[in-house]
């Protein structure tokens, strides 16, 4: 499976991100595969994740240049204003509070610091894959709610769209299955197969994936809510 691999997500971070990303807390860093890529313009980056398989997996991956940490989002193991930019990937809709999650993100920011939040979007393809074995829409709404909620304004926000490339359907159910670590259910391969109808058998199977970001700051003056 190909993950972007026109590699949209990193052009559109480092043009959010620029050269001012500085000491970098990527909040639900996972494998590393996102990481990996922020560390080649930070100055520096952490890795946080609450689940140790994922911290082993990027460890592997990343090797021993990037500072990975066991914790949670709504606990951050760091100093106050020790960090320049947070990034949730994907994350922010995982925390039980994400309240809790972005204001522990100001705690460690910098003065002019700033989070950067990415957020999977109803409309695409793979999510409403996703959606079939694990519905977290409520969650994905409440994460967008603290956004609105919280004492950073919004600097900038906006989508972008992705792709995911499997070999054929077998790799896709393979894959989707893996992410949530389940064994592959027939009811549920059925949804899959109506839901993609005459694309199920192409091959290469490419299914698009949109992804929203909310870039934050102390000083942007806006008062944006998310649409």
């Known amino acids: 499976m190909l993950r972007d691999p026109e590699g949209i997500e990193y052009k559109v971070i480092r043009k959010l991100l620029g050269p001012t990303a500085g000491d970098v807390l990527e909040v639900g860093c996972g494998d590393g595969r996102?990481?990996?890529?922020?560390?080649?313009?930070?100055?520096?980056?952490?890795?946080?994740?609450?689940?140790?398989?994922?911290?082993d997996k990027a460890h592997h991956l990343l090797?021993?240049?990037?500072?990975?940490?066991?914790?949670?989002?709504?606990?951050?193991?760091?100093?106050?204003?020790s960090i320049d930019?947070?990034?949730?990937?994907?994350s922010l809709h995982h925390h039980q509070n994400s309240d809790n999650a972005l204001a522990e993100a100001r705690r460690v920011l910098r003065e002019r610091g700033r989070v950067l939040v990415?957020?999977?979007?109803?409309?695409?393809?793979?999510?409403?894959?996703?959606?079939?074995?694990?519905?977290?829409?409520?969650?994905?709404d409440k994460a967008a709610a603290a956004i609105n909620m919280c004492s950073l304004a919004t600097a900038d926000k906006g989508t972008y769209e992705t792709l995911w490339r499997f070999d054929d359907f077998d790799e896709m159910v393979e894959n989707l299955f893996g992410y949530?670590?389940?064994?592959?259910?027939?009811?549920i391969i059925d949804r899959m197969t109506l839901l993609l109808e005459d694309r199920r058998d192409s091959i290469p199977l490419d299914m698009t994936d949109i992804t929203r970001y909310w870039l934050l700051d102390f000083h942007s003056g806006g008062e944006d809510q998310v649409p």
């Open 34 to 55: 996102l990481t990996g890529e922020i560390s080649a313009f930070a100055d520096s980056v952490v890795g946080l994740d609450p689940d140790p398989g994922s911290i």
């Open 63 to 81: 090797g021993s240049g990037i500072r990975l940490i066991l914790g949670s989002g709504e606990s951050i193991p760091l100093e106050d204003n």
């Open 85 to 90: 930019t947070v990034v949730f990937s994907l």
């Open 118 to 140: 990415l957020e999977p979007r109803a409309e695409s393809a793979i999510y409403q894959l996703f959606k079939i074995i694990h519905d977290e829409d409520d969650a994905y």
């Open 180 to 187: 949530f670590d389940m064994e592959p259910d027939r009811k």
